[in-house]
């Protein structure tokens, strides 16, 4: 079935941000959103308008918080979509199921990026206990930290709060849901992502009732920020049609960039 762009009211979308960023990460995106979609801000706690709260201390209570948040912005009939990276992806897979407890409207569609499926086990790293340095270097692992933060002032300030998102990415712990996912589901990664694998993005179908489209970009973790409007473009076309690949033709897959 295809739904065309006239049959859709305005839409919503709700991005969660990756560790340690906030939601000014995705603020580009306002300007590349066609005009019926509008940015909706949902910041995480110890960061931008929120810097002076307390960090999160467990991926429940981050989930739960963003729920009542994005619930708090939506009116009875609001179409809505939430896209999230990295520890953003894992959230917003909680975020799904806390939405549901509070019965609050389903998303028309989610976009998990940069993340394995949440069921696929991460050895834990004792992150807490983990000296700055050796913490600093599995960070940068990653990339995407601006030359200007390897500052003492910056550092001091942003460190605790990366620091703290993923001590809760690594006390999470995967509990199986009564239910799959039962909205459009749709999940970006990059072909040279050190952090993900193929085979364990392929399991994000193990999750969903229905089928989920891949997307696969050149690039490395922070490929979204690379692809602004390949990102932008490729949500709004998910959101708008529900012709989707099946989950296992990973042949395929579209590499963009």
């Not at 509008?38 to 963003?66: H, K, M, N, W």
């Not at 949440?118 to 600093?136: C, Y």
């Not at 200007?148 to 809760?168: C, H, N, S």
């Amino acid at each position: 079935m295809n739904i065309g762009v006239s049959e859709i009211n305005k839409i919503k979308v709700f991005p969660i941000p990756y560790a340690g960023a906030s939601v000014n990460a995705y603020y580009e995106w306002k300007k590349l959103l066609p005009d019926r979609y509008e940015l909706c801000i949902c910041e995480l706690a110890g960061r931008g308008t929120r810097f002076t709260e307390p960090c999160y201390q467990s991926v429940g209570e981050a989930s739960e918080d963003i729920a009542k948040r994005i619930s708090e912005q939506l009116e009875y009939d609001d179409e809505y979509v939430i896209f999230g990276h990295s520890m953003g992806a894992l959230l917003t897979y909680e975020i799904y199921y806390k939405l549901k407890q509070m019965g609050t409207k389903e998303p028309r569609h989610l976009f998990f990026s940069g993340r394995d499926a949440p069921h696929i086990f991460e050895k834990r790293e004792d992150i807490e206990n983990m000296a700055n340095e050796t913490f600093l270097t599995k960070v940068e692992q990653y990339g995407g930290i601006p030359e200007e933060f390897y500052t003492k002032e910056i550092m001091d300030m942003f460190l605790p709060i990366l620091r703290a998102d993923f001590i809760i990415l690594d006390n999470y712990k995967f509990q199986p849901k009564a239910e799959k996912i039962s909205c459009g589901v749709s999940v970006f990664y990059a072909d040279s992502d050190f952090s993900t694998h193929i085979n364990e993005m392929h399991k994000w179908s193990e999750v969903v009732e229905g089928n989920v489209k891949f997307h696969k970009f050149k690039g490395e973790h922070f490929f979204l920020n690379r692809y602004p409007n390949d990102i932008v473009n490729t949500i709004v076309k998910d959101t708008e049609t529900q012709n989707i690949y099946q989950a296992t033709h990973l042949d395929r897959l579209e590499i963009r960039g």
